[in-house]
């Protein structure tokens, strides 16, 4: 019998390893399944238009919904740069 009997309602790691999955990141998960439902094809993926897929906003394997707090140094620098001054 299965370690992953129909009592549990997900597998546990060592179920999903024996059934040859590996530990990924969950966005690297997420673009390999848009680049299968893509036939492989990453500017397919690219230009999904598919909006009502739950995975849509993903499919470039980044959150665009995550901020990235970034420090007021840093920012001054990168505007500085951006207006063509040295910093």
């Known amino acids: 019998m299965s370690s992953w009997s129909k009592a549990k309602s997900r597998p546990d790691a060592a179920a999903a390893q024996a059934a040859g999955h590996e530990p990924k990141p969950m966005l690297d998960v997420i673009r390999a399944k848009c680049l ?50 040295k910093t």
């Open 36 to 85: 299968d439902c893509q036939a492989g094809s990453p500017g397919a993926v690219r230009k999904c238009v598919t909006q009502d897929c739950a995975l849509w906003p993903y499919r470039m394997a980044s959150n665009p919904f995550r901020t990235r707090a970034v420090p007021a140094a840093q920012r001054a620098a990168l505007s500085a740069r951006l207006k063509g001054q």
